[in-house]
């Protein structure tokens, strides 16, 4: 996949807004920094210290998705993303702000957004290389049946309860009906 | 957006594997259980209860995404997600399976993954309807600027530190250089 354009972006969050924007633009400076595509696999990780809407242009534009465990979530409230790249040790941390944003434009969301996607980088995002540890990359474990309901369970999931190895929700007892 | 392909949801997965392909099976499914299409913004909530592949088709193919805030991870290692739709109200719980495998497909991921993709949906998912509380829905936040860094955090999560508001990395002395 070539870049994603910020409307093919937002046919994958449902809807375009001034987050995604921004988080469209952090992406893509990122991108740009690292000379990085779009991860097929995990040859990108993204730590995010956010989980608002410009996290799915981090996934959907970088290929740093939640299901690939290439996405790494940090419940900072800031907006920062790192990026990674395994392939040359490199890093990069991006910061969204708004800081040329014209008076009057806050309280306008559509207006907000074209500004947001239009301005000058600088405007928008602040970057720098930063040296970091690689992620971990994701891994795979294998599974068991609970002995309560027979559901298949990630092995390091299991719970011993009473002698008897069972799922989260069996050992909780919070099973919905 | 109308129903994403398999081939579309590998698109945004980034390849294609036999994870991806059950998570596919399960989520339409689930859609077609709930008589429900994809989510623009939070018509839908998936409860997902393992972080693997699957979850991107949930992601591609329902809109229930990260950044959206109508994906809620529950960290137990089944192959197990709930769907609820916020207009109708009901919920449908889908299980992941491979009883009706043939032996000696397990190892072969392209095969694996085909059959997977082919089978009769009762061979590879078991769904049934479940009452369960709407997922919260996703909040906005005032923000203020960290007292150390000057970075701007979500004000449900700034930190009091020695009489000084701080966010989180700073509050913790961890940042990267």
Known sequence: MSRPSYEE?????????????IGY???TVALDALGASRADDEELAA???NDACGVDAVQFVAGCTFGKGNLVFLDYGKP????????TGRGVRVLGHRRGMPEGLRDDR??????????????VVSWREVRIEPPPMARLHGSALCAACGERVMETRLREVGGRSLCTPCAEDTRDD
Chains 1, 2 share one sequence.
Not at 80 to 87: A, D, K, N, P
Not at 110 to 123: G, S, V
């Open 25 to 27: 633009r952090m992406t």
């Open 80 to 87: 920062v993303y790192t990026f990674f790249s395994r392939t």
């Open 110 to 123: 559509a207006r907000c957004t074209d500004w947001l996607l239009h301005a000058p980088k600088e405007d």
């Open 47 to 49: 730590i995010v210290e």
């Open 9 to 21: 972006t937002v046919g994958f969050h449902g809807h375009s807004c001034p987050g995604l924007a």
